[in-house]
């Protein structure tokens, strides 16, 4: 039944111009206007318009929205175990388990996978780490090899094991300003007639009406 499910998929994947005949995606909607490379791992998830997820990358259960740049070997929605049982093994609470044994016909229920919601124009560097139930701003990044253990604010830019705010993007105004514009949401048309904009850090100085609509 997996086999046939996987080669439905691959079918899938075939006629969406937008994923890699060479990566596996289950159980997820990628807008025809995203873009998957090659050995993505993409579970349980959705994908947004123009945001690209590099070779390698792993994501379960995750939302993440429009423009977005998630670089390769990321790993987005890391599972968890068991920490107040005896044993943290998944072995004693699953039949089906990633040790391939099965020593029970009873499953403990345990959240393994906690949804992960990710905000638009986030960049997620390469060998990025995110644990399951973590919320990401609008416009943040994540530094290449971090280790994300908690909610990030939009547009602070963090780093490290585990991650840290190293500061933000813009002054308070203006990250204001463009959460308040939902730029992300405007119509390509809109985008385009306004691709200086995007082009110049001119943009700051005249924040208020910054897109002509």
């Given at each position: 039944?997996?086999?046939?499910?996987?080669?439905?998929?691959?079918?899938?994947?075939?006629?969406?111009?937008?994923?890699?005949?060479?990566?596996?995606?289950?159980?997820?909607?990628?807008?025809?206007?995203?873009?998957?490379?090659?050995?993505?791992?993409?579970?349980n998830s959705k994908i947004g318009d123009y945001t690209y997820v590099g070779p390698y990358a792993k994501?379960?259960?995750?939302?993440?929205?429009?423009?977005?740049?998630?670089?390769?070997?990321?790993?987005?929605?890391?599972?968890?175990?068991?920490?107040?049982?005896?044993?943290?093994?998944?072995?004693?609470?699953?039949?089906?388990?990633?040790?391939?044994?099965?020593?029970?016909?009873?499953?403990?229920?345990?959240?393994?996978?906690?949804?992960?919601?990710?905000?638009?124009?986030?960049?997620?560097?390469?060998?990025?780490?995110?644990?399951?139930?973590?919320?990401?701003?609008?416009?943040?990044?994540?530094?290449?090899?971090?280790?994300?253990?908690?909610?990030?604010?939009?547009?602070?830019?963090?780093?490290?094991?585990?991650?840290?705010?190293?500061?933000?993007?813009?002054?308070?105004?203006?990250?204001?300003?463009?959460?308040?514009?939902?730029?992300?949401?405007?119509?390509?048309?809109?985008?385009?007639?306004?691709?200086?904009?995007?082009?110049?850090?001119?943009?700051?100085?005249?924040?208020?009406?910054?897109?002509?609509?």
């Amino acid at each position: 039944m997996r086999y046939l499910k996987l080669l439905g998929q691959l079918i899938l994947n075939i006629f969406n111009p937008a994923i890699s005949i060479f990566s596996r995606v289950e159980c997820s909607t990628v807008s025809s206007k995203a873009k998957i490379y090659r050995g993505v791992k993409l579970d349980n998830s959705k994908i947004g318009d123009y945001t690209y997820v590099g070779p390698y990358a792993k994501i379960v259960y995750a939302n993440i929205g429009k423009f977005c740049s998630i670089a390769a070997k990321s790993f987005i929605g890391l599972p968890t175990h068991p920490i107040s049982l005896i044993s943290s093994s998944p072995i004693f609470i699953s039949p089906v388990n990633a040790t391939g044994f099965k020593w029970t016909s009873v499953s403990v229920e345990f959240e393994e996978y906690k949804q992960v919601n990710i905000g638009n124009d986030v960049w997620i560097g390469a060998n990025a780490m995110i644990l399951g139930g973590i919320t990401i701003g609008d416009g943040a990044i994540i530094g290449a090899g971090a280790v994300v253990t908690k909610d990030i604010p939009p547009y602070a830019i963090v780093g490290g094991i585990p991650a840290r705010i190293i500061r933000y993007r813009f002054p308070n105004d203006v990250i204001n300003a463009l959460l308040s514009s939902q730029w992300w949401n405007l119509s390509e048309n809109i985008l385009k007639s306004n691709i200086k904009v995007f082009q110049s850090n001119d943009f700051i100085n005249h924040i208020d009406g910054l897109f002509n609509t």
